[in-house]
T-cell receptor, first 117, second 115 residues
Framework: DAGITQSPRHKVTETGTPVTLRCHQT?????MYWYRQDPGHGLRLIHY???????DKGEVSDGYSVSRSKTEDFLLTLESATSSQTSVYFC????????????????FGPGTRLTVL | AQSVTQLDSHVSVSEGTPVLLRCNYS??????LFWYVQHPNKGLQLLLK??????LVKGINGFEAEFKKSETSFHLTKPSAHMSDAAEYFCVVISTTSGTYKYIFGTGTRLKVLA
């Protein structure tokens, strides 16, 4: 298995509190992603990073911010958690392939189950 | 932009019978396509990937998928279902927009295997 860990694995918090989720990789992959998974929606991209300090928004980025100060760590922060952010959050990593403009598959972490009361 | 559509949200098969999970894609050029499996309360695991080398792709656990450009399809099959195949399956395409790359997920197909 690819070396990806997420912490915490479970968290219950209250509306309005800040929350930070951590993703740590030992694969030295360039790209890192944060997704949320909700029933009927598959996985939706929140933010991604294409290098240290290089990040961009995904399709559901409102209410979330990210930071990547080291290759191996990608943090997701909910500035003020809301009940609509109750979800399972997955981190993923990927890297460039051998061919021109080729991207390899993503590898996923085990997920963090977040409940906002 | 590229996209994928998984045609069935739920599929039920009997153990020992064939599995077919359908995925259609939309892409203006030859895409990179993937199938992932997610068992309950687990992360996603790569089953197989297509990157234009061969149209019939073999993956883990006896799964395979065939890339059909004329039908814009990448259906996942397995000759004989096993109880352990019960899971959710996701078809994924890489989307490129203005030089950036994103993985676009289908909404998933939940496979149920009946004893």
């Amino acid at each position: 298995d690819a070396g990806i860990t997420q912490s915490p694995r479970h968290k219950v918090t209250e509306t309005g509190t800040p929350v930070t989720l951590r993703c740590h990789q030992t694969e030295n992959h360039r790209y890192m992603y944060w997704y949320r998974q909700d029933p009927g929606h598959g996985l939706r991209l929140i933010h991604y990073s294409y290098g240290v300090k290089d990040t961009d928004k995904g399709e559901v980025s409102d209410g979330y911010s990210v930071s990547r100060s080291k290759t191996e760590d990608f943090l997701l922060t909910l500035e003020s958690a809301t009940s609509s952010q109750t979800s399972v959050y997955f981190c993923a990593i990927s890297d460039l392939g051998q061919g021109f403009l080729e991207h390899n598959e993503q590898f996923f972490g085990p997920g963090t189950r977040l409940t906002v009361l | 932009a590229q996209s994928v559509t998984q045609l069935d949200s739920h599929v039920s098969v009997s153990e020992g019978t064939p599995v077919l999970l359908r995925c259609n894609y939309s892409s203006s050029y030859s895409p990179s396509l993937f199938w992932y499996v997610q068992h309950p309360n687990k992360g996603l695991q790569l089953l197989l990937k297509y990157t234009s080398a061969a149209t019939l792709v073999k993956g883990i656990n006896g799964f395979e998928a065939e890339f059909k450009k004329s039908e814009t399809s990448f259906h996942l099959t397995k000759p004989s279902a096993h109880m352990s195949d019960a899971a959710e399956y996701f078809c994924v395409v890489i989307s490129t927009t203005s030089g950036t790359y994103k993985y676009i997920f289908g909404t998933g197909t939940r496979l149920k295997v009946l004893a």
